[in-house]
């Protein structure tokens, strides 16, 4: 039985991990691939926005389940054990698992390059094999030579083997989620886990989440939700909102959209939502909120698009500015097609609220006029916009 192990802190894991364990698994004939995250790293402290060990442990479990090349596993041997993570300890707990396996550690050429200090380096050079690779940058033949340098002094048996390296780190790609990017990096499975569980202080990317969101929103609803984040996207430049609280709030709005009611009303007492005195004269407007608070729960968005998620179906008194936007990107998205939306639309990137009082009106008008009864939620939002404007207005003409 020929078994692989590849360790580290996965912190977390990404491609260039399991790209390099696929393509080991593939050019050495691995009957079993295994991922073992360490509990303590001998070589670095582990960083203070680390993810706990239950965490590691499951993004790698999450991250593993895509690679198809051999059956690849993950053991929790060495958190389990505690303390520094020495490969030793774990190629003699490996040895005694699997006897007669031949063993093969898969590793870097960064580390492969301090093997003589490494603790019991004599007993490894007896009992593995080594599979390299090298970080970009790194000089195969550099590597090539020191794997036949250290067969002849110390016995190691080693194999290059030549990838073109994936260019991202474990710790430049936390920085890059802090700032909103980074996702293609990641198994999709991988970044729902980190958002979800809002590590790294990590921001939802917008493509990176709709990659997430597809399967969510339906195919008949696709169009108009990108047409909602496209438009999200321009307002929130004009206006000086932030654009990826945008996008994302817009990429969600519709989250809960294609569930019915009595899946709409289990969410609300999942999530602890008031619906007190419920009118089923509203009951399309429930998915705001329910998707407001799913949204919250599973895609780490912030608090202010969480808000401009649950008020885009009636608007409130009082809206944010990102309020604001969501609520007219939903409404004059391309694919709108009500009479008046070209003048809706072009006012909206003249005069936010003057847009905002426009579509509230034309809003109420039109369910009274079908006989059916105006949300207080809207009808609120139209009586402050309307107070706040004739209030400018009139110390607009004391100034003057």
Known sequence: MKIGFLGGTFDPPHRGHTAAAALAARRLGLDLLLF??????????????TAGTEHRLEMTRLAARGIAEASALVSDLEIRRGGISYTADT????????????LWLICGGDMFKSLPQWRRSGWLAENLNFAVFSRGG?????????AG????????RARYIDAEPVPISSTELRARLKRGEGGAYLDKAVYAYILEHRLYGAL??????????????GEG?????????ETAARLAARWGADVREAESAAIL?????????????????????????????????????????LAYRLFGISEAEREAIRWHTTGRAGMSLLEKIIYLADTIEPARSFDGVGELRKLAFEDLDGAMIRSLKGCLENIRRRGGKPHRLSEEALAFLLEERNAGAGRSNVSD
């Open 36 to 49: 073992i995250p360490t509990a303590r790293p001998p070589h670095k402290e582990l960083p203070p926005d």
């Open 91 to 102: 190629a003699a707990e490996l040895m005694a698992a699997y006897p007669g396996a031949e």
């Open 138 to 146: 790194e000089d195969a033949g550099e590597l090539e030579r020191l």
């Open 149 to 156: 340098d250290y067969l002849r002094r110390f016995g190691i």
């Open 204 to 217: 939802p990317e917008p493509d990176a989440l709709w990659e997430l969101v597809r399967p969510w929103i």
């Open 221 to 229: 609803r696709l169009a108009h939700v990108a047409g909602c984040r």
């Open 253 to 293: 709005h519709d989250l809960t959209k294609k569930l019915g009611a009595s899946e709409q009303l289990l969410l609300c007492a999942k999530y602890d939502i008031t619906i007190e005195n419920f009118d089923p004269a509203f009951e399309s407007l429930l998915h705001a909120e329910t998707g407001a608070a």
